[in-house]
Structures are given as C-alpha cells and as structure tokens.
C-alpha cells in the first residue's frame, strides 16, 4: 500500500501499513502504483509522457522530464517556446548573439 502527496511540481510516494489511515493504494501485479487522477490533471501529466523517479530516504519522488532547456538541461527560469523549454541564461546568449555577431 502506497500514498502520494503532491509538492509543487513532483509526487512524492511512500508505503504504508494496512492500518494507515488516510487513502492508499494498492501497487499492481508489475509494482506500479497509480498516480491520483487529480494530481496528474493538475501537473498535466498525460500518457507517455516520461517521468523521472528518484529515491530519496523512503520516499519516491516522480517528476515529469521534459521540462529542461533544450540547450543546457537547466531546470529553472524556463521559457516555453513551441513546444520547446529555452532557460533565461540561454535565451540571453541567444539574443546577445543576434545583437552584437
Ligand atoms: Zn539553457
């Protein structure tokens, strides 16, 4: 049995004991737990998408991937652009190019 709870923009799962007392869920015959319907509509997390899993002490952190810069990987201050994330120090790069050669 599992819960999740959602902090910014990551789900954070972790076990319980059959006695726990808030909602838990099962894990499926292949060990998958199912992300609550709610929390993946809010972080527009759709099928096929890949999402990253980390582990840290107990807990499993999943996080959705493709939102880096295409050029560094940075994961903060994104600029989404067609489908594409460009971060702000990469963009100023950009535009300093164009700018001055
Ligand atoms: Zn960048």
Redo the contacts with the bound molecule.
Sequence with gaps: MVTFEKIKDCIICRKVTDNYDGIARKLDALGRPVVPKEYRQELEWKEGDFIGIYVYKDFLIFRKLNTK?I????ERKLIEFEGKY??K??MNKIINKVQWG
């Design positions: 810069c050029f560094c990987y940075e460009i971060c120090k990469c």
